[in-house]
């Protein structure tokens, strides 16, 4: 650290006029002289009787003191207050360190600051010439409320639909809370013990706080009924074997609430998987829809009541890969979802015993693509707010689907249907429907059917992704 100091040459002379003189100690005038102080001496040349004349001054180099004060700064409180704390730092210093620092005007760091305008205006302690610096900034501080209410709505609520009703009372809870005191309406449509039909239904939420500022937020209720589900009908604890091939038949059971001719076979999913095939028969009666997940003897009688169900067969490959991960002896709960023809979802479901046989087993999943005709190798980013790409590949061509489900099991859109080659691909979904309109936030799943061109069948895979609102 230094500077460059520029300094008039020193002149000597005698009798006959101006003698030339050298440096002797320092620096020549405009070099760079370090921080402190620094000795400068000037030497004549010798004359006729062998004498020299010297002179000497001293440069002295000072760290400039230098003062810090923070920007202008704008507190907004609450209206009804007068005054708040406010904190601050002022820094100083000088080439031997931190300075200490004088308050001219103002209030101290921490301290009480009115409505209003407030100059705040610093001084260093002087040096030894009687200088100092000094700073000033500004403190105002506005008694307005211009931040809107936070606002918690939940991110979708399923309720269920009894039977012979077209409606059902839904009652959710919506909260907001203020920074400043006061009263914060919230007003929901339709509000909360409304009656909701068959289907989804968007909940629009206003939360309005005492300075009239005003949030948002919405939400979905998605009403469905609840169906009696049967895997494997006739056959408890439906054990299913991880290395089982064909299909998987389930059982829609019919009652004097239910005709299952009203529904809509092509619209089931059973964990994401389409049906093969379906038929209207009579395989059993219905019963109390599995809730737990560590019983595995919950299963559905077997005597036929005369009234029509509705079996569909499944592809057990295909629900092997859905499945994921598993383990020997595990109890894992199914969910079969699909629609009425009227539109109106129909949930339920039923408990398998998964069997996995001993050795080795290769394990199909959407993170395990060489071992599949067709596989997801990825979505991303998952979850995702506005735009999400699926990546997959295809060691064998064929007509290829793509579509977005929800968890209802509802299709959402068709993003591919199209014979496709052997080779990598990627499809990109921005979270809207087929209409073009943004779905609310949750959990929805890619589901891709590849009928491969070989003659070899169906592969079918399914991906989770997750939409933030």
Not at 196 to 207: E, L, S
Request: include cysteine; hydrophobic fraction near 35%; proline fraction near 9%.
């Amino acid at each position: 650290f230094g500077a460059e100091v520029d300094y008039p040459l020193p002149t000597a002379f005698d009798d006959c006029g101006p003698i030339p003189v050298g440096l002797d100690e320092g620096r020549h005038p405009g070099e760079f002289f370090p921080l402190g102080v620094t000795r400068v001496t000037y030497r004549t040349h010798e004359d006729f009787h062998g004498t020299t004349y010297d002179c000497s001054f001293y440069v002295t180099v000072e760290w400039p003191r230098t003062i810090i004060c923070p920007d202008d700064t704008t507190i907004i409180i609450c209206p009804g207050q007068t005054a708040v704390n406010v904190d601050y730092t002022v820094r100083a210093f000088d080439d031997c360190g931190p300075i200490e620092v004088e308050l001219v005007d103002g209030s101290p760091p921490g301290g009480l600051f009115a409505v209003g305008t407030t100059p705040v205006i610093y001084d260093t302690e002087e040096d030894r010439d009687g200088h100092f610096e000094q700073c000033s900034f500004l403190v105002r501080v506005l008694a307005e409320d211009d931040e809107p209410p936070t606002l918690s709505c939940p991110e979708v609520i399923n309720a269920a639909l009894p039977a012979g009703l077209s409606s059902v009372a839904v009652n959710f809870d919506v909260n907001a809370t203020d920074d400043c005191p006061g009263p914060v309406t919230v007003e929901c449509t339709p509000p909360s013990g409304s009656l909701f039909p068959c289907g989804p239904t968007t909940v629009n939420c206003t939360a309005v706080d005492a300075s009239q500022n005003m949030s948002h937020c919405t939400f979905t209720v998605n009403v469905g009924i609840p169906v009696s589900v049967d895997v494997k009908p006739g056959v408890c604890p439906n054990p299913f074997k991880t290395s089982e091939q064909g299909v998987v038949p389930v059982a829609i059971h019919g009652s004097r609430d239910l005709d299952v001719s009203q529904i809509d076979p092509a619209s089931l999913r059973l964990e994401g998987v389409a049906p093969m095939r379906w038929a209207l028969e009579d395989v059993g009666a219905p019963y109390e829809p599995y809730v737990g997940k560590d019983d595995c003897l919950d299963c559905a009688g077997s005597k036929k009541d005369r009234i029509h169900d509705l079996t569909v067969k499944f592809d057990a490959t295909s629900l092997r890969e859905a499945l994921g991960e598993v383990t020997n002896g595990e109890c894992r709960v199914v969910h079969l979802a699909g629609m009425l023809m009227n539109g109106c979802p129909i949930v339920g479901e039923d408990v398998l015993k998964l069997l996995v046989p001993a050795g080795p087993e290769m394990v199909l999943t959407e993170s395990t693509p060489d071992v599949a005709p067709s596989a997801l190798i990825a979505s991303h980013p998952n979850p995702f707010r506005s735009g999400n790409r699926i990546e997959y590949s295809l060691p064998v061509g064929g007509r290829t689907r793509l579509a977005v489900y929800d968890v209802l099991g509802r299709q959402l859109r068709v993003l591919l249907d199209e014979e496709l080659s052997a080779g990598h691909h990627s499809m990109a979904w921005d979270g809207t429907d087929r209409s073009g309109t943004r779905v609310p936030g949750g959990i929805y799943f890619y589901v891709l059917a590849v009928d491969l061109v070989d003659g070899s069948g169906t592969v079918t895979r399914k991906q989770k992704l997750v939409l933030t609102p």
